[in-house]
């Protein structure tokens, strides 16, 4: 369990954590909340079964949005909860996003959006599996801080 926290004192990992889970949060809250525009549970779920997506997967999402989003912006459990949102961004990316193509909608002209927000946020979480929480984290403070890099 110790090697699962274990992190350096870094800026770049404190960065990028907070970086991706105040992006991956609100979307968590839209799904779950309705917050943000978002439908809440109920369309949250009436989506997912259109997509043909178990309902035990869909809690599954629910959870790494939310809890796993919180999780990293407070560095705990970091590798857990950054493993939960790259597997998330790739199923995104393979039921919803993939047709579309790469690039986001950002001029309104494509029907839905591409996967480019997803490769950034796959990439990030990957950095998170490999350095850990960084500077300012849970996951440190519980390993204590002994890892350097």
Known sequence: MKSLLATGDSWPSLLVRLGLGVAILPHGLQKV???????????????????????????????????????????????IAALGIVCDMVGAVYKVHYHVGFFMNWSGQQHGEGFEYHILAIGIGLALIIAGGGKWSIDRRLAGGTRRW
């Open 33 to 79: 909340f309705g917050l943000f525009g978002g439908s809440g549970l109920h369309g949250t779920f009436a989506m997912f079964s259109a997509l043909h997506i178990p309902v035990w997967l869909g809690i599954l999402v629910l959870i790494v949005e939310t809890l796993g989003a919180f999780g990293l912006i407070i560095g705990f459990l970091t590798r």
